[in-house]
């Protein structure tokens, strides 16, 4: 929805659908009732999640005109896509599995083609941009680091060079500008707002040198039209697991010229960690709970000194608990934004609160995305209605920006 300097949605990857046909119901079930509820007089945004299957399958036999007039007679619009997870993103062993394919990957790059397709045709033309949300490049335990990997290095390189490309060239042709925003993730090989300037440094140096090449145009502009077209999604929740402050982020991203192109609001767990074996035996047996089979939950411990310790998933966490010398854990788990705890472990919603307060807000992004995608995997007693679970969150927003 429009809001104030704003256009709000919540990411509807929460919504199981790894085809067009079930996608399509999924929304229709949920969309509708949601808009009557948060928006009836006024348009209402949407963003949209699609899998690879489900993008092609929207691309065939007039599905995307035939989408498109079911947005304009309900009064909805599509302004932002979440392209991180590719494939399979429910009811499955997800974890690690999400990076994949990488962004040295054919793959990758025609799923990310599908979905500036899609956006391309979708976005209303009173609205300046689009949004389309894409992996940390790779997975940091699993995929080869392109600085030590030559040929990986330049695949990633090449396939970032098509894609802002393909993003000039709908500009230049339709007028239709959308950016490819990288969403740094704690394991991801872009984790830290740190290592994302680092990122783009050799984005800007690497793939600007293929750019002046293919389009003919002198490293400064090249330069130019890559930080216009590959942005940063900044996940409060991501950046809040790393300790990171927003302001900070915000000042170091823009002292490099890289600009935010959508912000997930999302909030981690948060639980401090007492001296007192007892107490560690009762917090193990409450995070256990949040300990699920589908997704990755990455810890980071805060020790004493300041350093950080690091887990892979929360399972290897509550191992070690007996023994950690950490006094606070934060554990990727994007829990709902309107509750401050969960049964004595309590939530970053805070970094929330101080995204929200920052002076500048509306200059550094119009596009906000609530992204809470674990409902069907809290525990039991924290369900609820998921209409009525996602219209709180909107809510809450509402009532805090």
């Given amino acids: 929805m429009k809001y104030k300097n704003y256009h709000l949605t919540y990411c509807t990857n929460v919504h199981p659908g790894e085809d067009w046909a079930t996608t399509f119901t999924q929304l229709k079930k949920y969309i509708l009732p949601l808009k009557e509820k948060l928006a ?13 299957k489900a993008a092609a399958g929207l691309l065939e036999n007039n599905g995307l005109d035939k989408f498109q007039k079911w ?50 045709k979708l976005i209303p033309a009173e609205i300046s941009s689009g949004s389309i949300s894409t992996s940390p490049v790779s997975y940091r335990f699993t995929q080869k680091n392109i600085k030590n990997d030559k040929e990986t290095e330049q695949k990633i390189t090449e396939n970032f060079a098509a894609v802002v490309e393909l993003l000039f060239q709908l500009k230049e042709s339709t007028g239709t500008e959308i950016h490819l925003d990288i969403e740094p993730e704690p394991d991801g090989m872009v984790e830290s707002s740190a290592e994302a300037v680092a990122f783009f440094e050799y984005l800007v140096q690497d793939v600007g040198v293929l750019l002046q090449k293919k389009l003919r145009v002198p490293a400064e502009k090249a330069h130019a039209i890559i930080l216009d077209h590959l942005r940063i999604c900044y996940d409060v929740c991501h950046s809040a697991l790393l300790y990171e402050e927003p ?3 915000m000042a170091n991203f823009e002292k490099a010229g890289i600009k935010i192109g959508k912000i997930q609001i999302s909030s981690a767990l948060k639980i401090a960690i007492p001296l007192e074996q007892p107490e560690r035996k009762r917090i193990q047996d409450r995070l256990t709970a949040f300990a699920d089979s589908v997704y990755l939950h990455q810890v980071v411990g805060l020790l004493p000194d300041g350093s950080f310790e690091r887990y892979k998933d929360l399972p290897a966490a509550l191992e070690s608990l007996p023994v950690t010398h950490s006094t606070e854990w934060r554990i990727h788990f994007h829990v709902p934004i309107f509750a401050a705890e969960y049964d004595e472990i309590c939530s970053t919603r805070q970094q929330i609160e101080k995204v929200f307060s920052l002076p500048n807000l509306k200059e550094i992004t119009s596009h906000l995305e609530i992204e809470t995608y674990t409902w069907d995997v809290l525990p039991e007693k924290n369900q609820s209605s998921l209409t009525e679970s996602i219209a709180h969150e909107y809510r809450w927003v509402l009532s805090n920006l």
């Fill in 40 to 52: 009836p007089e006024t348009p209402f945004g949407i963003g949209l999640r699609l899998s690879a």
């Fill in 71 to 120: 947005l304009e007679q309900n009064d909805l619009y599509v302004f932002t896509m979440n392209g991180f997870p590719y494939g399979t993103f429910h009811a499955t062993h997800v974890k690690e599995k999400v990076h994949d394919p990488d962004w040295s990957t054919k793959e990758r790059l025609k799923y990310t083609g599908d979905l500036i397709e899609i956006l391309g």
């Fill in 247 to 249: 302001s900070e982020v």
